[in-house]
């Protein structure tokens, strides 16, 4: 019962998270199939608000450091978890329920086809904005990720908390 309690909270911070960060698609124009960021580059309306890689680095960063900190909270004080393993184990188990929610429900129904997310210019290319392969292979990405921040919280449980 915890974990889909868990995995509801969690799926929906992380959902309010992109919805905030939505509401100026540019800041995240980082999150786009390539040809779309290829497009939304050449053209002269984003040129001075395109998010430059040290931008880019930072928010992801920040955004790992934040989800490490909050994981390993969570799995210590409201799991109980204290070794390496069991914190690591468990991490794993959220970061793929959050991850597939994220994949299917935000970018491939949500992302997809909200017009929303079209840039001023692009609006010819659909098919780039329907590149669901784009977000699948965003989710195994994200599985390759979750190695290294869960195994960092599982140090963070061991040893600090």
């Given at each position: 019962?915890?974990?889909?309690?868990?995995?509801?909270?969690?799926?929906?911070?992380f959902?309010?998270?992109?919805?905030?960060?939505?509401?100026?698609?540019?800041?995240?124009?980082?999150?786009?199939?390539?040809?779309?960021?290829?497009?939304?580059?050449?053209?002269?309306?984003?040129?001075?608000?395109?998010?430059t890689?040290?931008?880019?680095?930072?928010?992801?960063?920040?955004?790992?450091v934040?989800?490490?900190?909050?994981?390993?909270?969570?799995?210590?004080?409201?799991?109980?978890?204290?070794?390496?393993?069991?914190?690591?184990?468990?991490?794993?188990?959220?970061?793929?329920?959050?991850n597939?929610?994220?994949?299917?429900?935000?970018?491939?129904?949500?992302?997809?086809?909200?017009p929303?997310?079209v840039?001023?210019?692009?609006?010819?290319?659909?098919?780039?904005?329907?590149?669901?392969?784009?977000?699948?292979?965003?989710?195994?990405?994200?599985?390759?990720l979750?190695?290294?921040?869960?195994?960092?919280?599982?140090?963070?449980?061991?040893?600090?908390?």
């Amino acid at each position: 019962m915890i974990l889909a309690i868990e995995s509801i909270v969690l799926c929906l911070a992380f959902t309010l998270m992109v919805y905030l960060m939505s509401r100026e698609p540019i800041r995240s124009l980082y999150n786009y199939p390539p040809k779309i960021r290829e497009r939304v580059r050449s053209l002269d309306e984003y040129k001075d608000r395109i998010p430059t890689q040290k931008n880019k680095l930072k928010a992801k960063l920040g955004a790992c450091v934040l989800f490490i900190l909050v994981l390993s909270l969570l799995l210590r004080y409201v799991n109980g978890y204290t070794t390496f393993l069991q914190a690591f184990g468990y991490g794993i188990l959220l970061w793929t329920i959050v991850n597939l929610w994220d994949a299917v429900v935000l970018d491939i129904i949500w992302f997809c086809h909200d017009p929303h997310f079209v840039f001023k210019g692009t609006e010819d290319m659909i098919s780039d904005y329907h590149d669901y392969w784009f977000h699948i292979k965003g989710f195994f990405i994200g599985e390759g990720l979750a190695l290294v921040i869960c195994a960092l919280a599982g140090l963070i449980v061991q040893f600090v908390l």
